[in-house]
């Protein structure tokens, strides 16, 4: 994964349309810059806001709470610049269960709690709906193959 790289080529060539020239110089390129983070060297992704300088390594932007945007053009939002939910009511007091693990949570929208844009009081972990998406992703490559 990383900010440096893009698909040129069709889906059966190279790497899932990564081609090889590409990657070898992305990785050439990652190899030279220094992670925010842990100080070491290889920190392929940087922040998508333009005058941000930080790069970091996947695990290490995960542990900071970067978030990462799969859609598209790959987008990464450092800690810093990373989109925040705004709730404008402070109807929710009451505790609400993640509506995928059923464990109840505190109605409070932080890195790792969200509440739907769209269905009513439906309060998510962020990790249950990474798990839901993946698990979607990966039915749908079955269902394809």
Request: net charge positive; hydrophobic share 35%.
């Amino acid at each position: 994964m990383s900010s440096g790289i893009w698909q040129r080529g069709k889906e059966e060539e190279g790497v899932y349309g990564f081609l090889v020239e590409d990657i070898r110089k992305e990785v050439n390129r990652a190899s030279k810059l220094k992670c925010t983070i842990c100080k070491k060297t290889g920190a392929s992704i940087g922040c998508v806001v333009p005058k941000c300088k930080r790069s970091y390594h996947l695990p290490c932007g995960l542990q900071k709470e970067c978030i990462f945007q799969f859609t598209g053009n790959f987008a990464s939002f450092c800690w810093k610049h990373r989109p925040v939910q705004v709730i404008t009511s402070n109807k929710y007091r009451d505790t609400f269960q993640c509506t995928i693990c059923l464990e109840y949570i505190e109605p409070i929208p932080t890195y790792n709690i969200l509440l739907s844009p769209c269905c009513k009081n439906a309060w998510f972990h962020r990790d249950c709906l990474q798990v839901i998406q993946l698990c979607n992703f990966l039915c749908l490559i079955k269902s394809v193959c």
